[in-house]
């Protein structure tokens, strides 16, 4: 079986660790598609819950991603557009080799510390809600994206994931200079040349030349050296890639151990994972390599460093800052269910909340940085009552005792369609929307009607069949 990969990429893959030609091609030419999801452990909180929206998903079962807390394999792919779930954040489709993120976050850093972490290269936001389901509820994540539409799709999509302590930015790497020595972790999943996802979407292969891996080492390199001021002493930088080159992999982690004081974090594998760790010519670097036909992923490459020396931030003075009028809070505070210690952030005509630490260090990110979205956007306090945001609909932060009207499945796709399903309710005014218990949005709800809220830019397009 020929795999019409490029006979340059297979020539140079030869001779590096877990690399044999003949099962490499064999598998990309076999094109088996797999699908895999993480679920959201902030939304879904029972096993019982995780059992029935996997089980909605795949009545044929489901198998856990070996390197993965919250990951799973579906043995078929289901329309996840018409699935309620999916919009209501209670999971994450992601490719399942990139999910071992977590273990080397587990290996490098302490969970249970209140962390500063940077998500550089974060759209459409896979490394970032699966970061933000590690950290603590106290540590802060900024999910930075360089290209304003795909950081737009990140702010989406860390809406839906309900993320309270999340900031999402829209910055050039080099801006992070501004924070010198600010962040404990930051995750540089690069922009690449691609070739780990040739079996998922074998139209990249056009794209891929030899001259292009030159140019993406360049950028990663430009990329790393931009970045790692940002990181405190000590801090953790993890690196990663979806490209099998090593001019991309062993080579940056060569290059990277030459230029800066940077140690080489080892991450713990069990074998019966099919994980390759490579170890890198110059250095004696540690990196680790997923080949799709050694286990059931795409191509990712992986390594973890601690900074040695460096930057530390200098504290700027706290900044004024305006708060709520009291009428403002009396309208506002029914809506909510927040814990202690969250802030109220008033910007321009609307409310943000924000987790503590956020809320300390906003003065100095809105300084520094281009910020798309912060923390959870409860809406709009007028003398009356509140216009809230779909952000609050979609957070943990919403009050439970506010009115809901639960959809069903056809409801729900239509409620997404933003079409008035026509529900029959004695409920009034502003309610939340729900899906098996789920929260997808906001509707209000007149004597013959409903004006549905739903996000625009959010609402399903694709026509609905065979419901
Ligand atoms: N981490 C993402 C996830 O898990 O969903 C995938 C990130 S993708 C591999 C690389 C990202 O880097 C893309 O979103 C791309 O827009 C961005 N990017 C492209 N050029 C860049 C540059 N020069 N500096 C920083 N990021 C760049």
Not at 24 to 46: C, D, G, M, Q, Y
Not at 137 to 163: C, M, Q
Not at 202 to 221: G, I, K, M, Y
Request: glycine share 6%.
């Amino acid at each position: 079986m020929s795999s019409h990969l490029p006979a340059a990429l297979l020539d140079s893959l030869t001779g590096l660790p877990g690399y044999n030609r003949e099962t490499f091609e064999r598998v990309h030419a076999a094109a088996e598609k797999i699908t895999s999801l993480r679920l959201n452990p902030t939304k879904i909180k029972s096993p019982g819950k995780a059992q029935h929206v996997l089980q909605s998903l795949s009545a044929n079962g489901v198998t856990q991603v070996p390197w993965s807390t919250e990951g799973y394999y579906l043995p078929a792919r289901p329309s996840f557009t018409f699935d309620p779930f999916f919009h209501a954040g209670a999971y994450y489709v992601q490719e399942a080799s990139s999910m071992f993120l977590e273990q080397a976050v587990r290996a490098t850093v302490d969970l249970s510390a209140p962390l500063k972490v940077l998500d550089l290269c974060a759209a459409p936001g896979g490394k970032s809600t699966l970061l933000q389901s590690l950290i603590s509820p106290e540590s802060i994540l900024v999910a930075n994206e360089v290209i304003k539409p795909r950081a737009a799709l990140l702010a989406d999509n860390l809406t839906k994931w309900g993320a309270a302590n999340a900031v999402v930015s829209n910055n050039d790497p080099r801006d992070f200079s501004r924070l010198p020595g600010y962040f404990d972790l930051v995750v540089v999943d690069a922009p690449c040349s691609g070739s780990g996802l040739f079996r998922r979407d074998p139209d990249l292969v056009t794209e891929w030349s030899p001259e292009n891996v030159t140019l993406c080492s360049q950028r990663q390199q430009r990329i790393m050296a931009d970045v790692l001021p940002a990181v405190k002493e000590d801090g953790i930088v993890i690196y990663s890639t979806c490209s099998f080159s090593a001019a991309e992999d062993e080579e940056i982690l060569d290059w990277l151990a030459d230029h800066f004081e940077l140690e080489n974090i080892p991450v713990p594998l069990q074998e019966a994972w099919g994980i390759v760790p490579t170890v890198t010519n110059k250095r004696n670097c540690t990196g680790y390599r997923f080949y799709p036909d050694r286990l059931s992923g795409e191509g990712f490459f992986i390594a973890c460093f601690r900074k040695r020396g460096g930057d530390t931030m200098r504290k700027p003075k706290d900044a004024k800052r305006a708060t709520l009028t009291p009428r403002q809070r009396e309208v506002i505070a029914p809506w909510l269910n927040i814990p202690d210690g969250y802030q109220y952030f008033p910007h321009q005509e609307e409310v943000l909340l924000l987790p503590p630490l956020l809320a300390a260090e906003m003065p100095l990110l809105q300084q520094q940085l281009y910020i798309r979205k912060a923390g959870v956007k409860a809406g709009q306090p007028g003398q009356k009552e509140l216009i809230p945001d779909h952000q609050l609909a979609a957070s943990m932060l919403v009050s439970e005792n506010l009115p809901a009207v639960s959809l069903n499945l056809p409801q729900a796709l239509q409620y997404l369609r933003k079409e008035d399903p026509g529900v029959e309710t004695d409920v009034r005014g502003w309610a939340l929307v729900r899906y098996e218990g789920m929260n997808l949005g906001w509707a209000k709800f007149l004597p013959n009607r409903m004006n549905n809220y739903y996000p625009k830019e959010l609402r399903i397009l694709k026509e609905i069949t065979g419901l």
